[in-house]
């Protein structure tokens, strides 16, 4: 098993928080991963991502130019990453931000309206939750209670409510892809 992930969005978009989920929770699992984050200078607005592996086998290098699954937040991110992506790849889009169609046919193409219902339930900042769900649901590399548990272990110092709103957020994802 190996995925390859490349995520990328706005600073302040959570962007590398959901890379960090996805490769604590590949850990917990006892597979090998790789979290390698990017940014531009300034953190929030500024571009943001980053590539995460998650492997049965050992990760001979953090680098990442043709993943089998990209993650993106944004329009800007969708237009320099599209083309990276593996043939037969995923792209999950934040079709809440990004208005164009994937303009690939040889990729699995993944529509989450993520700012939507991170709106619906109360906190746009939930929104990289809501696609992340997606992405587990659909790449199935790392289980849901597994994240849940990273999430538990990310968010430790806020208050119970807001873990419990993250945890919504996952889960509304999921079920974009499992129905």
């Known amino acids: 098993m190996l995925d390859e992930i490349i995520i990328a969005g706005f600073g302040g978009q959570g962007i590398l928080l959901m890379g960090r989920l996805i490769a604590q929770a590949g ?3 006892g ?4 979290w390698m984050p990017s940014y531009g200078p300034e953190m929030r607005g500024g571009t943001a991502n980053c590539t995460v592996i998650v492997s049965s086998e050992e990760v001979a290098s953090p680098v990442v130019t043709n993943p089998v699954s990209l993650i993106a937040m944004n329009q800007p991110s ?3 990453f599209e083309p990276l992506v593996e043939k037969g790849g995923i792209i999950i889009v934040n079709q809440s931000l990004i208005f164009r169609d994937v303009k690939r046919d040889d ?11 991170a709106n619906e339930l109360g906190n746009l900042r939930i929104a990289n939750m809501v696609t992340l769900g997606s992405y587990v649901a659909k790449r199935k590399s790392i289980k849901m209670e ?7 272990e990310a968010l430790s110092k806020q208050p ?4 419990a709103l993250n945890k919504e957020a996952l889960i509304r994802g999921e079920k974009i892809v499992s129905g």
């Open 146 to 152: 597994t994240v849940f548990k990273s999430l538990e």
């Open 160 to 163: 119970e409510k807001i873990l």
């Open 31 to 34: 597979k090998h991963v790789s």
């Open 78 to 80: 969708l237009d320099k």
């Open 27 to 29: 850990m917990l699992e």
């Open 107 to 117: 990729v699995e193409v993944v529509k989450v309206p993520a700012n939507d219902i």
